[in-house]
């Protein structure tokens, strides 16, 4: 018989809840290089300084985080559950059009497990380096630090249940950070264990996290034997796709080159793509220099079929996005700037019609949001969604508990 998916764990969380505002930190792969100075600047014990660690002098920077947090162990900035805890999390967060939204979810210990048990269902491709980076500070630290974020089906609604009955009491925490606002409680005993089993009563979907929940699984096969026990289970946040406050913001495309005027474009769209009609969704909105914009709907499949890498499966063929990088960008783009160098993202609509407007790219692709249930059948095919499909607001952030591999249940 499979363990059942997710279990409450012995926890670790910085002594002074009081702290939290100047200790968090957003997951590891969305820190630029000056917002890591400005977290670390922020507070000698941020989170950052152990997930996203710098070596002194030129030094292994995975040792460096082992022996912070070892420091960090032993002056009690950091303290050890007692018990097996569900650390619940309620972030709310304002959004781009101005909108807040409230998102509750809970941190539990997931089983490492190959996606081939489908137990947990992927979206996203994964590459070597992120994995080898995470692989190595796990090795140094023996610790998990940031968390994978997974959805739950929560058919019976029995996790948001559980969680209203926990968030009705008083938080253990609360902080404005990270430009949300966070609050945390704290559920142990048979209340924990409630928790992790309506979580655990369906497959669950990988909103974020991929190269963590890989590089676990690689990391449960060779943990040394102090942490065997531990690596068998991964730090996560599982939030049900009840929550109303689970959102998905769009990624917006930035395309590098000397600005492409709206005529030209649309010359070279209209084999594939067609004006988009009052009250009609377009697949997606071209924005260009000076502020002209171009609303456009997908032609039919036959019409697109020049685009070889749209890929087959009808899950993700029909992809806003799919069709925004293969045909938008890899054929109508490529036709009119010869190779297309890397391309920028923002889920921020202002910052994308502001570069193209400016002239700092060629032209910019305005997308509308991926859609859960599209994220769901994606996974459930099997498939996979092109790079920067999804971004889930706001991020979870690192440093509200920890899970250390020689505690783990």
């Known amino acids: 018989m499979e363990p059942q998916l997710f279990t409450a764990f012995r926890g670790e969380r910085y002594a002074d809840p009081g702290s939290l505002a100047r200790r968090l930190a957003p997951p590891y792969d969305v820190i630029a290089p000056p917002r890591r100075a400005e977290l670390a600047a922020q507070d000698a014990h941020n989170i950052v300084h152990v997930d996203l660690p710098e070596a002194r002098g030129g030094g292994d920077p995975y040792r460096e985080a082992a022996r912070l947090l070892g420091e960090w162990r032993a002056d009690g900035t950091l303290v050890r559950d007692g018990e097996p805890t569900a650390c619940v999390l309620r972030t709310s967060g304002t959004f781009p059009d101005g909108s807040v939204r409230q998102r509750t979810g809970v941190f539990l210990a997931v089983s490492a497990e190959p996606f081939s048990q489908g137990r947990i269902l992927p979206h996203e491709r994964t ?7 995470r692989r190595r500070l796990t090795h140094a630290t023996g610790c998990n630090l940031s968390p994978v974020f997974l959805l739950a089906p929560d ?14 009491g008083a938080p253990w925490a609360c902080c404005t950070a990270l430009g949300s606002r966070h609050e945390v409680w704290i559920a142990t005993g048979d209340e924990a264990r409630r928790i992790a089993a309506a979580a655990s009563r369906e497959p669950v979907y990988v909103a974020d996290g991929h190269h963590r929940f890989e590089t676990a699984v690689l990391f449960r096969s060779e943990a040394p034997p102090p942490w065997r026990e531990g690596a068998a289970r991964t730090l996560s946040h599982v939030v049900s796709f009840r929550d109303p406050g689970l959102e998905i913001l769009p990624t917006h495309r930035m395309v590098p080159g000397a600005p ?7 010359a ?9 009609q009052p009250g009609e969704r377009p697949v997606v909105t071209a924005v260009f220099a000076g502020g ?18 749209l890929p087959a499966h ?26 297309v160098g890397e391309l920028r993202y923002t889920p921020d609509a202002a910052e994308a019609r502001d570069a193209a407007r400016a002239g700092r790219c060629a032209f910019a692709l305005l997308l509308p949001p991926t859609r859960l249930e599209e994220v769901k059948r994606v996974a459930d095919a099997g498939q996979i969604m092109p790079p920067k499909s999804t971004f889930f607001a706001p991020k979870v952030p690192t440093g509200v508990v920890l899970r250390p591999l020689d505690a783990a249940v």
């Open 268 to 276: 070279a769209a209209a084999p594939y793509f067609r004006p988009a």
């Open 260 to 266: 492409v005027t709206a005529a030209l474009f649309r």
């Open 127 to 133: 590459h070597a380096g992120p994995k080898e980076d």
């Open 155 to 168: 058919s019976s609604g029995a996790l948001v249940e559980a969680l209203t009955r926990t968030t009705a």
């Open 314 to 339: 009808p899950a993700v063929r029909t992809l806003a996005v799919a069709i925004a990088d293969a045909v938008a960008v890899g054929v109508v783009g490529a036709s009119l700037l010869g190779k």
């Open 292 to 309: 002209e914009e171009a609303p456009l709907v997908a032609g039919t499949d036959a019409d697109l079929s020049a685009a070889r890498d």
